[in-house]
C-alpha cells in the first residue's frame, strides 16, 4: 500500500489520466443501462427483420451506403435527420426501426431524436456497419 501510494505522489499527472479513464468508463456503463435507446447486436438485428418487418435505416453518407449496405436498409443522411426530418419516415412510426451507422456511435444520437419525434421501436446496431460485416452478414452493392 505504501508502494501504491508512493507511485501516486511521484506520478500524479499519470494517477489523474487512470482516474478519469475509470470514471468515464463507469460513466459509459451505467448510460448505457439507463438509455432509452435499446443496443441489438448482428443476431438480434436479423431476427427483429425476419420476424417483425424491421426498417433498417442507414444514417452513413450515400458513397458509403453505395460501398455496401444492409439489404432492404433506407438510406437517409445524418445530416437531414440531425435537423428532425423525419417526414420520409412517417408511416413507421409504429414499426421497429434499427439505426445503422458505420460504428454505432452516431445512431444513438439520431435514434434519441426519433424517440423524442414520436417513434416508438427505435434500437441501434451495435457496432454498426462494422460489425455487420465482421459478422459476414449478407451486404448489397
Known sequence: ???????????????????????????????????PVK??????????????????????????????????AKQIPAEKLNKGEFSALENNKDKPIIVVCAMGMTAKRTALQMLKAGFSQVSVLKGGMNAWQSANLPVAK
Open 1 to 35: 500500500m505504501q508502494q501504491f501510494i508512493e507511485f501516486i505522489g511521484n506520478h500524479y499527472l499519470l494517477s489523474s489520466a487512470w482516474v478519469a479513464l475509470a470514471v468515464l468508463l463507469v460513466y459509459s456503463l451505467v448510460s448505457s443501462k439507463f438509455s
Open 39 to 72: 443496443e441489438l447486436g448482428t443476431h438480434d438485428v436479423t431476427l427483429l427483420m425476419n420476424k417483425q418487418d424491421a426498417l433498417v435505416l442507414d444514417i452513413r453518407s450515400q458513397n458509403e451506403f453505395k460501398k455496401g449496405h444492409i439489404l432492404g
